[in-house]
């Protein structure tokens, strides 16, 4: 069983939709989760983080945190072609620092 | 100001040579990362430098590779006797580290794509 696990998808929604991105991991002591969107040739950027149970919002982008269930989501709220990318779930030890494992990524295409 | 800065950005190189890959962090960032990411695949993560500690290299995949940093900024990546497994996109991140705690952002260079033939 992978640490961090991802639907690799490809998922597809339309343009003005909802998208749905889920993550799991196993180690119960995960203490920071993170969303990073990777175009195609680029490198990972940083979308959302979140450390505590329950939703955080930033704009089009909420992220949900369940540790008891060991699961995180982002939803992407009225999706936009430039949203189409892969999404990246990543998950930070009890330390707080140092290295994050990953997921494999999830590819999102919105379709105008 | 300026962001993680890698060299060279592609690197084709025969099996069995020896290879370097740079990274320039952010200046002031104390923390600084090596990752692999092979095709259609998540970040693997190699090693893992704090400040003045002992780096972690739990994620070193072979005695082949080895990594420094000096002077407590520049970072250096050595694949030692390529081979074509090893053909990746290798990336390079830092964060401010030190105390940030769960809050440390790390930040990616544009990374450095290895071919070995």
């Known amino acids: 069983q992978k640490e961090v696990e991802q639907n690799s998808g490809p998922l597809s929604v339309p343009e003005g939709a909802i998208a749905s991105l889920n993550c799991t991991y196993s180690?119960?002591?995960?203490?920071?989760f993170f969303w990073y969107r990777q175009y195609s040739g680029k490198s990972p950027e940083l979308i959302m983080s979140?450390?505590?149970?329950g939703d955080k919002e930033d704009g089009r982008f909420t992220a949900q945190l369940n540790k008891a269930s060991q699961y995180v989501s982002l939803l992407i709220r009225d999706s936009q072609p430039s949203d189409s990318a892969t999404y990246l779930c990543?998950?930070?030890?009890?330390?707080?620092?140092?290295?994050?494992?990953f997921g494999d990524g999830t590819t999102l295409t919105v379709k105008p | 100001g300026a962001g993680v800065s890698q060299s060279p950005s592609n690197k084709v190189t025969e099996k069995g040579k020896d290879v370097e890959l740079r990274c320039d962090p952010i200046?002031?960032?104390?923390?600084l990362y090596w990752y692999r990411q092979s095709l259609g695949q998540g970040l693997e993560f190699l090693i893992y430098?704090?400040?003045?500690?002992?780096?972690?290299k739990s994620g070193l995949p072979s005695d082949r590779f080895s990594a420094e940093r000096t002077g407590g900024s520049v970072s250096t990546l050595t694949i030692q006797r390529t081979q074509q497994e090893d053909s990746a996109v290798y990336l390079c991140?830092?964060?401010?580290?030190?105390?940030?705690?769960?809050?440390?952002?790390?930040?990616f260079g544009p990374g450095t794509r290895l071919t070995v033939l």
């Open positions: 979140i450390y505590s149970n």
């Open positions: 991140a830092s964060s401010l580290g030190g105390g940030r705690g769960r809050a440390d952002t790390q930040y």
């Open positions: 180690d119960r002591v995960s203490q920071s």
């Open positions: 200046s002031g960032h104390t923390a």
């Open positions: 430098f704090q400040g003045n500690s002992a780096p972690d």
């Open positions: 990543a998950v930070r030890g009890f330390t707080n620092a140092g290295k994050s494992t």
